[in-house]
Every structure is written in C-alpha cells, then in structure tokens.
C-alpha cells in the first residue's frame, strides 16, 4: 500500500511569494493533516481536512490556508512568504481519528 | 492549554545499552498518546499509540507504556539503526490534532 506523498520535496521561494504544496493521502484515507516542523518550535499544527471541510485549525496567521479535493487529496497554501516560514512542511493522513501516517515532507526555503 | 515534555533531550547510548525514554503530558480529556521515530530529513514514522493508563506496546526492542501523567518508551539492547528523534505526541477529546514535544534525539554507537 503507498504511503502519504508530498510535492515538491524541495522549494526555494523569495519573501513575498506564494507557494502551495499537495499532498496525497494513503488510499482510503478521508483525513489530512498539515503540521509545521522548525528547529525552534518543533512540530505545530497547521489545519485538518476531511471530506473537503476545514475540520480544525492551529494558531497560524491567515496567510496559511488549505484545502481539499473530493478524492481526498490536500493542498496548502502560503501566501506572502515571510523567512520565518522556512520549515519543513509534513502533511499526515489518517483513516480514523487516532493513527495519523506521515509524509516525507516538503522543505521550503523563503530567501 | 496542553503540554508534552520529553526528556532527556539527547540520549547516547553504547550498543546493547537499555535505557528509558520520558514523556510527560498535561491535557485535558486524552484521547490517545503516540509515539513516532523521526530520520533526519523525514517525517516521522508512527511506532505506537497508547489509549490508558496501565496500557502497554511492544515492537522489537521497543516497549511503550503510560500512566496518567506520563510514558516511558524503554529501549532494550539498542543497535546503532535505532538512532533516531524519538517524538511523543497526544490526542485529546475535543479534537484531531496532535501536539507533539519536542523529542529526545537518540544516539547508539557500535
């Protein structure tokens, strides 16, 4: 069975940009996460998704966004770039509300 | 709000060398409690979930076990392939979201 998938799994952007990243969830999986992981502040919640709807939202600013596809599939969005916003994105799937199966991540690098 | 400790920070152990892993909570309503091992340059990779207090798991040379205000993942005779960022996290009632510690970065050398 193929695991969650991201991509890209690397992207160098300039301060004030957008980017968005996509993630595939494993197959049959209706949930999806999104989780923000820095050296500073470890790994924090970004948003969850499941069945196209915004289920649950961390503490970030409203330049992050996200959304989801009928066939489960995610992306976020991250508008404005900022170099705070250097981390590794990691989008995590999950089949029920316990177990969540992550990604390899997407890294970004805002210059 | 809710809060997870891990500790120590670093671990390095010599191969065979069994140790404990400390992770301690602060939630209101836990749902559940998971452990991940993290690879530098991936994401981490689900181990355990823990749902009650005297609940115990084992996976190799992993065991996790939990109480009501902490979990301790033991690791017995470790191999230098266990080295790792060990991450705790939990789940509570009201929501999905897992808010993770900060992790204890685990090193065995041969």
């Known amino acids: 069975k193929a695991g969650v998938t991201q991509t890209p799994r690397y992207l160098i952007k300039t301060r004030g940009q957008q980017v968005t990243l996509s993630c595939s969830p494993i197959?049959?999986?209706?949930?999806v996460s999104w989780y923000q992981q820095t050296p500073g502040q470890g790994l924090q919640f970004l948003f969850e998704y499941f069945s196209e709807t915004q289920r649950n939202k961390g503490n970030f600013p409203g330049r992050f966004s996200g959304r989801q596809f009928s066939n489960s599939r995610s992306e976020m969005n991250v508008s404005t770039l900022e170099l705070g916003d250097s981390a590794l994105y990691l989008c995590a799937s999950s089949l029920t509300l316990y177990e969540q199966y992550f990604g390899p991540g997407t890294r970004l690098t805002v210059t | 709000e809710d809060q997870v400790t891990q500790s120590p920070e670093a671990l390095r152990l010599q191969e065979g060398e069994s140790s404990s892993l400390n992770c301690s909570y602060t939630?209101?309503?836990?749902?559940?409690l998971f452990w991940y091992r993290q690879d530098p340059g991936k994401g981490p990779e689900f181990l355990f979930t823990l749902y009650s207090a005297g609940e115990e798991k084992e996976k190799e040379r992993l065991k996790a076990t939990l109480t009501k205000k902490e979990s301790f993942l033991h690791i017995t005779a470790p191999k230098p392939e266990d080295s790792a960022t060990y991450l705790c996290?939990?789940?509570?009632?009201?929501?999905?979201?897992?808010?993770f510690g900060e992790g204890t970065q685990l090193t065995v050398n041969p």
């Open positions: 996290a939990v789940q509570v009632n009201s929501g999905s979201r897992l808010t």
């Open positions: 939630v209101s309503g836990l749902r559940g």
């Open positions: 197959s049959g999986h209706r949930s």
